[in-house]
């Protein structure tokens, strides 16, 4: 299909037209230009309808699983909670809203020091109670390990000791030798207990008799009941996809933005074997959309350099041999001028090669907006001064003299690259990760940090800029920051969803007449806004073009297509026009699309 879809792009472009469209960019941009041929409504994607879902009742109450408003984004983060009815009220709430995907924070492996006696330490020293209940035989789960290690050879030892929490419980599939590896009670925890060499080979002969060595212990501090498992039935009432989080590699103590490559081997023992046991008990749930990597690094030109690649490409290939779902990152953009490491859109295009080559199948970009790192701003816009938001974190200064590009310079030429890497053989999505929080606020909505609350009209803002470039539109994230304030950014999206937001315009000829194709979301009853120097234009699309809801393919499945009769010889070669769309309610657009027509 894709190939089909370049073929007749081709095909288009060889009858080109006088004038082009020159989407917000930088000035090198290559503009697209229109046709004189009569294009055709957008191709039809053959996609199944969702399964009819009911409401379901349980402790927790009784849940509406219809979908309600039905917005651009459909994708969020959540932390985990303890309590169950949190996880069911958070994913109807995030389903009414229109999402169908949910991605998990998760934990990290931690190296730790033990105590003489075997007891596992705290980062500051001091005993960690969280391990202090893993006993056996009377010896700490440290020593017990240890011991059975130098039974089959008294030169075995444990030279490293490893620990991670989580809220999961794991079956079998989570041990390889079974002699030495298996799990612990002890009340509401489950520990895991598993031994292998520091290098991540994992030797499947489970032959501790041959050779004396030193083995890495990881300790699991796991829970009686799976939260995966919970979560999983439960987004297959909403029919949604999660993707649970895999181990975060422990950090390099010099640069904390880096994984630290002493621990790669163990950590990729610990990712195997949780993907091991997922394959057991989860490989054919079609609620399991994936899994989700949580070591975030900057989209620079030094990437290729950084060892957490090695991370990605090492978790990568266990995936694909474990559970042949792609692997999901959200790495970070920073266009800021007045530092050091900001980097250009075309720095961040080779940024997103290099990750792709690492086998990841789903790139989903933080936008930066949030923390102020990117701005939201057309061409026509750098001189214009920052939104008094973004000023704590790059000061009084114009967009233009502040960042290297907008966010939607970035995703465009993000897209460019992701083409390439089909091309060569790469399947990988680009999603975008639009942040639904400000640099800061009055009241902070997360327990910790300084993020204040957002709006609408500035997450509309960012679904714009995102543009026709992404598959995939998610957001960080929905606790705390889509349900603090009042009203709730949550709330805002309930009363406003139907406002319509247009993403991008193109001049397209329909013969015999010259036009204009728009893309966005809720373009039902529309009519299209053309603002110039010369006038405005009111085009109603029932009344005078065609809507086509369908999405062109790899388009987010809620993207549809209006084209309306323009006349563009009215409009003054290099001139910046406005393009707006107006909804049934009346409702505009909060951000027009700014566009320019060339000679």
């Known amino acids: 299909m894709r190939w ?25 941009e290559r503009p697209v230009a229109s046709s004189s041929s009569t294009p055709k409504p957008s191709r039809t994607v053959s996609t199944p309808p969702p399964p009819k879902v009911k409401e379901f009742t349980d402790p927790c109450g009784t849940f509406d699983t219809a979908t309600k408003n039905f917005y651009a984004v459909t994708g969020y983060w959540i932390t985990p909670k303890s309590n169950p009815c949190t996880w069911r009220h958070q994913l109807q ?9 949910i991605i998990r924070i998760g934990y990290g492996l931690q190296f730790r020091g033990v105590s003489d006696t075997g007891e596992v330490l705290s980062k500051d020293g001091t005993l960690d109670p969280l391990y202090k209940a893993c006993e056996e035989d009377g010896l700490s789960c440290h020593d017990a390990a240890e011991r059975d290690l130098r039974k089959a050879n008294p030169g075995n030892r444990i030279g490293r000791t490893y620990v991670y929490r989580t809220d999961e419980a794991f079956g079998g599939g ?88 002493r621990h790669i081997g163990t950590l990729t023992t610990l990712t195997r074997r949780i993907l091991q046991d997922y394959g057991v008990r989860f490989a054919d749930r079609q609620a399991l959309g994936g899994v989700y990597q949580p070591f975030e ?24 041999q474990e559970l042949g779902k792609p692997i999901l990152i959200s790495p ?16 961040v295009a080779e940024a997103f ?49 502040a960042y290297h590009g907008s966010t939607r310079d970035y995703y465009r030429e993000m897209a460019k690259a992701r083409d390439e890497m089909l091309q060569a053989g790469h399947e990988v999505e680009l999603w975008a990760n639009v ?20 709006d609408k009209k500035r997450l509309d803002q960012a679904v714009t800029m995102a543009g026709r470039y992404v598959q995939k539109i998610v957001s960080y994230m929905w606790s705390d920051f889509m349900t603090c304030g009042d009203p709730s950014l949550q709330d805002e999206i309930a009363g406003d969803w139907q406002r ?22 809720n373009l039902d009853g529309s009519t299209v806004l053309v603002e110039w120097s010369g006038g405005t234009k009111e085009l109603v699309v029932s009344a005078v073009g065609w809507l086509d809801k369908d999405p062109l393919e790899e388009h987010p499945a809620r993207m549809a297509t209006a084209w309306v009769p323009f006349d563009w010889t009215q409009v003054p070669p290099g001139e910046w026009v406005k393009i707006g769309i107006k909804g049934a309610s009346g409702k505009e657009a909060t951000t027009p699309l700014h566009v320019r027509i060339s000679a």
Request: proline share 7%; net charge negative.
């Open 353 to 401: 090669k290099a990750l792709a080559r690492t086998g990841v199948g789903i790139i989903a970009p933080q936008d930066s907006r949030g923390t102020g790192k990117v701005g939201l701003f057309w061409p026509d816009e750098r001189d214009t001064e920052v939104d008094d938001r973004l000023r704590p974190v790059v000061g009084e200064a114009t967009y233009g003299t």
């Open 500 to 521: 319509p937001i247009a993403v991008d315009a193109i001049r397209r000829a329909r013969d015999p007449q010259d036009g204009v194709e728009v893309r966005g979301y």
């Open 332 to 347: 970070y953009l920073d266009a800021r001028k007045r530092v050091g490491f900001g980097q250009t859109p075309a720095q």
């Open 174 to 261: 989570l041990f390889r030798c079974p002699k030495m590896e298996h799990s612990v009670k002890a009340g509401d925890r489950i520990y895991y207990r598993m031994v292998a060499p520091p290098d991540g080979s994992d030797d499947a002969t489970c032959d501790f008799t041959k050779k004396a060595t030193s083995y890495d212990l990881i300790l699991v501090a796991g829970s009686a009941k799976d939260s995966l498992n919970e979560l999983l039935d439960l987004a297959d009432q909403f029919s949604m996809r999660v993707f649970p989080a895999l181990p975060l590699a422990p950090r390099d103590s010099e640069t904390p933005t880096r994984a630290n490559k």
């Open 4 to 28: 089909l879809f370049l073929l007749v792009g081709a095909a288009v472009l060889a009858v080109v037209a006088v004038a082009i469209i020159l989407f917000p960019s930088s000035s090198s």
């Open 297 to 320: 690094v900057q989209m620079a030109a030094t990437l290729a350099t950084n060892p957490t690649l090695e991370v990605y490409a090492d978790q990568h290939r266990i995936v694909e």
């Open 435 to 454: 942040e639904a929080f400000e640099p800061s606020g009055k009241q902070p909505c997360a327990p910790q940090g300084t993020r204040g609350q957002t």
């Open 93 to 101: 709430e995030i389903h009414r809203a229109g999402g169908d995907t």
